[in-house]
């Protein structure tokens, strides 16, 4: 079983706008609203591909109970810790052309209370899974340093972790001395994180991911959009090249690749497999309109397309 966490998850809202007009009013017919956060668009694309998952996190209010509803409506399985406070909305105005406007709440304070709440919901689950996800922001409440909590709790167990987070949230975890077994920066956030210019640089990469910040981690895999990725395994260097294809919405598409490495983590694939079928829920998610959705007929053909080349 592979367990997901989404500690700031949403509501997402989509405005479909043939065009914004500011400071009037903008009428829309069309309205999606969908049970967002990371974790829970990799929750979905793992449950798309028929693999046992649970979904858990913190949720409070209206808004959480809506997003427990879809959850039992799309069947599947989930435990959440339950806070005071309010899950927040985060609205995309989608218009004139392909231009997207966002608005993110920030999402409710949760307490410490809550935080020890969840913590036992996570350790208890997790002796049921082999792989487990970590995925997002922060909510407001938790230390810097929550995920590195979680890490230390998570060691005892069996599972493969799995972070996907970025900024301070991922610096302090990879300054600590509790690591994931596997991380899934983009290029953008690598070179934030480490305040240098790599630009598709292989050879740059391959320094950069053998500094001492990146230790103690077998699995890196970094994004780089259109031209696939660059990943450390262990000690060996891959480069992961995948085909062109039509993009329609690529937001949640680095969500889906996570789910394809809990996907094959869970299955104990080995490395070929677990990138290859990390990179085609990848794609498959961009070539859908809605976000953390995947056509699962159409994984064998993209999936046979990508090549996998040791650096």
Do not use: W
């Not at 046992?52 to 435990?79: M, S």
């Not at 001395?177 to 598709?200: C, G, R, S, V």
């Not at 391959?206 to 262990?234: C, H, M, Q, T, Y």
């Amino acid at each position: 079983m592979i367990l997901t966490v989404t500690l700031n998850p949403s509501v997402d809202i989509s405005y479909p706008l043939d065009s914004l007009a500011i400071n009037q009013v903008n009428r829309c017919t069309l309205t999606r609203k969908t049970a967002g956060g990371k974790g829970l668009n990799v929750t979905r694309v793992i449950h798309q591909m028929a693999v046992q998952v649970k979904a858990t996190g913190l949720l409070g209010g209206a808004l959480g109970t809506f997003i427990e509803e879809q959850l039992d409506t799309q069947q599947i399985d989930h435990h959440f810790a339950k806070i005071k406070g309010e899950t927040r909305n985060c609205i995309a105005i989608l218009h004139d052309g392909d231009q997207q406007t966002e608005i993110l709440e920030t999402g409710p304070t949760v307490s410490k209370t809550e935080l020890a709440r969840f913590e036992k919901v996570l350790i208890d689950d997790s002796k049921e899974a082999s792989v487990v996800t970590l995925s997002g922001s922060l909510p407001n409440g938790a230390p810097p340093s929550y995920y590195v909590n979680l890490l230390k709790k998570l060691k005892d167990t069996s599972a493969k972790v799995i972070l996907d987070t970025s900024g301070d949230n991922l610096k302090t975890v990879l300054e600590a001395a509790f690591k994931p077994y596997a991380i899934k920066p983009n290029l953008e956030e690598l070179e934030e994180l480490t305040n240098t210019k790599i630009q598709h640089d292989d050879s740059k990469l391959k320094d950069l991911l053998r500094e001492p910040l990146f230790a103690g981690i077998p699995l890196i895999v970094v994004s780089l959009g259109k031209e696939g990725a660059f990943v450390k395994f262990k000690e060996h260097f891959y480069r992961v090249k995948i085909p062109k294809i039509t993009v329609i919405n690529p937001v949640g598409s680095g969500d889906s690749a996570v789910a394809g490495l809990a996907i094959a983590l869970e299955k104990a694939a080995d490395i070929e497999e677990t990138l290859k079928t990390a990179m085609t829920l990848g794609m498959l998610n961009t070539m859908e309109s809605q976000t953390g959705f995947v056509n699962k007929n159409n994984f064998e053909t993209y999936f046979n397309q990508i090549i996998l080349l040791k650096n």
